[in-house]
């Protein structure tokens, strides 16, 4: 059990002179001093998967040097003065060794913060401070070090406790503020930490130093968290506009998008922030999946990390494209992916730059982004409800006689919308001014509030959860295909009333199939199996906005 290492250093002064330095190694105790080699795992971010990474730590005499290997990016190669520092300024000795690092696998590039905490470990792994025993080896360890050794939280927690639970990794070591968060994860241990010394002390004794706990604990029920949520208007407060509140009811009840034309101060904005009180609870597989994307984000309430609340996202006109569908050298969700699930509302839809809408045709359709680098392909989801509000021309008073815009300004003001992109919004309608007398609220009668609504929406999306058990269909907007021939199915008056339609209003197949999908919702909403003459007509009239206007002056 006994052998010799030799090491071979050279003085870089250009001095030729080579040093001979003997240790012995006794196979039989490592952990002990002389152990040289080490290995802890941790985990990176890739897009918003996590994938293992190895650390491995070789420490012998020689130069004094600190060198890390493993295509690593500059913010982890500073890791190597973080560690250094927070090693002294915990108590331990930092012995003048030569000391190298490679983090596993090569091929793949490093970065971020979160390697701090492994690479400290594995060198007290070599140093012999620690031991490597069981308890490492079953462990995944995640955490950025300050200099005075502290333990700071890191982003994509969850995905990446998700990711150990999947390779049966027993325990994770994390940061103490990322401790609620990875607890989001249930059958795994979660240590949290607040300082290099109490993963050490967790690391030499299990599960107590002195008697003291580091944050082991078992995770909480998932219906205890995440209850709280800001508050949204409520329709009640909203009076008039009767026809835009029965196709945002129609848009939430089928996953519809919306767009809402009207003049300013009719209420479209309102009504897109009431739309977010209607919204149908999540499950448990929709919460965890969106709470994924907002660790990876950094942006998760360290108190209440799971999001239980549908998303509400308003993007202003002056977003870029790589702000709304993501991206970066190592890209990044954008809007759309913090979208997801819920509403991205964009008013003055015109004002947004002709191209940033343009990307948007793609992920309405596939419900998902991706973004190609040289370095992989990243695919975000991008499942969420488009409702966008716009003037009817730049003064915003066409097609009255007020208006003062002449037939040129008009037409550039619409022609910013395409076609392809309208033919991919399900609802369009007409916000139109509000009347003094729905102001006063004595002389007319309360509208109905948002909870009397979403129990509407929520009985409508669960007979599309029984008729689709079987599929992977969540909603009527995602019908596509033969599923459209199969739950959509009209009869003859329906049948001839559509190819009026479609002659009349110059109708492509996609539009076509979108009437199609929304009166499968009304009817749901209507308790009917089938879908009747009235339901294809009031889909219908959701579809004659776009032809008032745009078919005038585009």
Request: charged share 25%; hydrophobic share 35%; aromatic share 6%.
């Amino acid at each position: 059990g006994i052998f010799f290492y030799q090491n071979h250093c050279r003085i870089p002064c250009g001095i030729h002179r080579v040093f001979s330095n003997t240790f012995i190694f006794d196979a039989e105790n490592e952990g002990k001093e002389g152990y040289l080699y080490s290995l802890v795992t941790t985990s990176i971010i890739q897009g918003i998967k996590s994938i293992p990474v190895y650390v491995e730590a070789d420490v012998s005499n020689g130069l004094p040097i600190f060198h890390m290997v493993g295509y690593l990016s500059s913010e982890v190669k500073e890791a190597a003065e973080r560690v250094r520092s927070a090693v002294r300024n915990s108590g331990l000795e930092f012995p003048a060794k030569r000391v190298v690092i490679n983090l596993s696998p090569a091929t793949m590039r490093k970065r971020g913060a979160s390697f701090d905490l492994p690479i400290a470990v594995a060198i007290l792994t070599s140093l012999g401070v620690l031991q490597q025993n069981r308890r490492m080896k079953d462990c995944m360890i995640i955490g950025e070090l300050g200099l005075d050794g502290q333990v700071r939280k890191v982003p994509g927690i969850l995905s990446m406790v998700s990711e150990a639970k999947a390779r049966k990794v027993t325990s994770c070591i994390v940061p103490r503020e990322n401790e609620k968060e990875a607890e989001l994860v249930e059958g795994i241990r979660i240590i949290a930490v607040g300082s290099l010394r109490e993963c050490i002390s967790y690391l030499e004794h299990g599960n107590r130093t002195g008697g003291e706990h580091f944050g082991e604990k078992e995770p909480d029920k998932i219906e205890d968290r995440g209850k709280r949520g800001e508050e949204v208007p409520d329709f009640a407060d909203l009076y008039g506009q009767e026809n835009v509140r029965r196709a945002a009811e129609i848009a939430v009840a089928g996953g519809h998008n919306l767009l809402m034309v009207g003049p300013p101060g009719s209420g479209k904005t309102m009504t897109a922030k009431c739309m977010a009180g209607i919204l149908p609870p999540m499950n448990y597989e929709e919460s965890m999946e969106l709470t994924k994307l907002y660790s990876v984000m950094g942006m998760l309430d360290g108190n209440e990390p799971l999001i239980s609340r549908r998303p509400f996202r308003e993007v202003h006109h002056t977003a870029t494209r790589a702000a709304l569908i993501g991206g970066g050298i190592v890209p990044r969700p954008g809007e759309i992916s913090l979208a997801h699930s819920g509403i991205l509302f964009m008013d003055e839809l015109p004002e947004f730059k002709r191209s940033v809408l343009e990307v948007l045709r793609q992920p309405l359709e596939q419900r998902s982004i991706q973004i190609t680098r040289t370095s992989g392909n990243y695919i975000f989801p991008a499942d969420f409800m488009l409702v966008s509000a716009m003037n009817t021309c730049p003064c915003g008073k066409f097609p009255s006689t007020a208006c003062s815009c002449t037939p040129a300004q008009i037409q550039a003001y619409l022609s910013k919308i395409s076609q392809p992109f309208l033919d991919r919004i399900d609802l369009s309608v007409e916000a139109s001014k509000v009347e003094y007398r729905d102001l006063v609220k004595e002389s007319v009668s309360c509208p109905e509030s948002s909870a009397v609504i979403k129990a509407r929406v929520c009985e409508a999306r669960k007979r599309q959860k029984i008729r689709y058990k079987n599929t992977k269909i969540q909603c009527n907007a995602m019908l596509h295909g033969a599923e459209l021939s199969k739950y959509c199915r009209l009869n003859g008056e329906e049948m001839r009333l559509m190819g009026q339609a479609y002659d009349v209003l110059n109708l492509t197949a996609r539009s076509y199939h979108r009437i199609l999908k929304v009166a499968r919702t009304i009817a749901d909403l209507d308790y009917s199996e089938e879908i009747k003459l009235e339901h294809l007509q009031e889909a219908i009239g959701y579809r004659t906005l776009d032809k008032k206007y745009w078919g005038r002056y585009v």
